[in-house]
């Protein structure tokens, strides 16, 4: 099993940055898939980013590429999410997820992962 807290939420202007960390414990996930998905009321959950299990390359959606940065620190057993320039519609609760075995296709289905985090509230403001 794998336990995941996120932290780093917060109320923002927009414009201003934000870094979301996902501690993991209970086993080294760093040969995991390890994404950030987010969810705004009313909306289903939707993929931010991921770093793939095989060879660490990442992915981003458009909304967010040239914004935010996925990274991990495999010593401290951490993901984070580097967000800049926040707009409005980056409004969301974030999860982190990760999983042992996705294929590279299965990146963005969150379906497709086994373990989760409890969320943090961003709330980016203009």
């Known amino acids: 099993q794998v336990q995941l807290v996120e932290s780093g939420g917060g109320l923002v202007q927009a414009g201003a940055s934000l870094r979301l960390s996902c501690a993991a414990s209970?086993?080294?996930?760093?040969?995991?898939?390890v994404a950030w998905f987010r969810q705004a009321p009313g909306k289903e959950r939707e993929f931010v980013a991921a770093?793939?299990?095989?060879?660490?390359?990442?992915y981003y959606s458009d909304s967010v590429k040239g914004r935010f940065t996925i990274s991990r620190d495999k010593a401290k057993n951490t993901v984070f999410l580097q967000m800049n320039r926040l707009k409005s519609e980056d409004t969301a609760v974030y999860y982190c997820?990760?999983?042992?075995?996705?294929?590279?296709?299965?990146?963005?289905?969150?379906?497709?992962?086994?373990?989760w985090g409890q969320g943090t509230q961003v709330t980016a403001f203009s």
């Open positions: 209970g086993r080294t996930i760093g040969s995991y898939a």
């Open positions: 997820a990760v999983d042992c075995c996705l294929i590279l296709s299965s990146l963005g289905n969150p379906a497709q992962y086994d373990y």
């Open positions: 770093i793939h299990r095989m060879g660490g390359r990442e």
